[in-house]
């Protein structure tokens, strides 16, 4: 049966990747959604998108129970780490209140609701973890996400949760950086740096996530899943490898501990994630960080 998906969330990184790895294929009945205006209508003048604010539950409830979906593909979020840790109450609204308008709405029109989240939900000293390790957040950010977990996991409706880990990518019309092109950037700028070494993560090409996704879907597979690359480097050996694959002077980069700058909200020191599940359940296989680079700059505007 053609799968009809809803997106939240896709003006921004893993909603755009979504649409261009979805919107060619024919088993997929796409339905774009995010708050405001497509930022894709340039792009994709044929993408069929509607505005859903997902924190306005009558919004959610009509444009579900209008449209149909057989699954939904929740990717929209407060994705700032430090603003959720100062604006509690938005993010709260954003990450958790939305959730649960979402399920109710996947509950009574028979939708499998598939829901993303995160490494931060852990505490960061016995990375990496499977799917089964305790939680235990240590920010505002990671307590919200770990509530909509519980909220989807109590759900009647069909569910999957899946988690990943420093999402890099490029997109259309983006405001936030990631790891790669702000590095990249920086030294392009000979802008010095400092990189931190103390913390651990398998970085998740922005390609991969969706794809994932995808599976998860195609295949209705439901539970948790970890969704991202299985190598665990430091956001410091992440800056290296930036350097050596655009031939950059590395020289701007200095090795940090993570005590030696502050961000607002507390990062946990060692995630990253063990993919095993999701290779043998869903037959996802992730890039390296040096493949996922190389992605990256196969798409720079030249
Ligand atoms: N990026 C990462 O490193 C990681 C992300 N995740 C999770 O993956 C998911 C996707 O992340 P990512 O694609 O990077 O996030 P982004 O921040 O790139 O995208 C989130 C999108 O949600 C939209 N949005 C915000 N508020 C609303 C609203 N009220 N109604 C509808 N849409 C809204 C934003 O719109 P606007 O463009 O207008 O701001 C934005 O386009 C999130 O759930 C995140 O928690 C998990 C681990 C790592
Ligand atoms: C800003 C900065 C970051 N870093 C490191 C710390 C961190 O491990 C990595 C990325 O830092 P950022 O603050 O940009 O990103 P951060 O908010 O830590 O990213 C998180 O986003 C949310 C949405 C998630 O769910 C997480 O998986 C996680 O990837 O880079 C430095 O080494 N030096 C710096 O100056």
């Known amino acids: 049966m053609k799968k009809k998906i809803l997106i939240t969330g896709a003006n921004g990184l893993l909603g755009q990747k979504l649409v261009t790895l979805l919107l060619p294929n024919a088993d997929v009945e796409l339905l ?7 930022k894709l209508a340039a792009l994709y003048p044929q993408l069929p998108f509607v505005s859903l604010d997902v924190t306005n539950p009558d919004e959610v409830k009509s444009v579900i129970a209008l449209h149909q979906p057989t699954h939904i593909i929740h990717t ?3 994705t700032n780490v430090d603003e959720c840790e100062v604006n509690q109450e938005a993010c709260w609204k ?3 209140d939305a959730v649960e308008s979402l399920v109710k709405a ?3 029109n028979n939708v499998h609701f598939i829901h993303l989240s995160t490494d931060f939900i852990f505490d960061g000293l016995a990375g990496p973890y499977d799917e089964e390790a305790k939680a235990n957040p240590i920010s505002y950010y990671g307590e ?11 759900s009647s409706a069909r569910w999957a949760i899946v988690r990943t880990v420093l999402v890099y990518g490029i997109v259309h019309d983006y ?3 990631n790891i790669v092109l702000w590095v990249k950037n920086s030294l392009e700028n ?4 400092k990189v931190v070494n103390d913390q651990f993560r398998t970085p998740t090409l922005a390609e991969d996530l969706a794809l994932g996704c995808w599976l998860i879907a195609d295949q209705d597979a439901e539970g948790v899943f970890n969704v991202s690359s299985k190598e665990l480097i430091t956001p410091y050996d992440m800056a290296l490898q930036v350097a050596d694959y655009f031939k950059l002077d590395a020289s701007c980069i200095t090795r940090a501990d993570a005590s030696s700058f ?3 909200a507390k990062r946990p020191a060692r995630t990253g994630f063990i993919i095993t599940k999701a290779e043998e359940q869903l037959g996802f296989r992730p890039h390296t960080f040096t493949e996922g680079i190389a992605v990256v700059a196969s798409q720079l505007p030249l």
Do not use: D, H, Y
């Not at 774009?32 to 497509?38: D, P």
């Not at 919200?144 to 109590?154: C, D, F, G, I, N």
């Not at 000979?190 to 740096?193: D, E, F, G, R």
């Open 32 to 38: 774009a959604t995010s708050r405001g205006e497509n």
């Open 190 to 193: 000979q802008k010095p740096i």
């Open 94 to 96: 954003l990450n958790v």
């Open 106 to 108: 996947a509950e009574e």
């Open 175 to 177: 405001g936030r950086s």
């Open 262 to 264: 502050t961000q607002t």
């Open 76 to 78: 929209a979020a407060m």
């Open 144 to 154: 919200s996400k770990l509530a909509a977990e519980q909220l989807v996991k109590q």
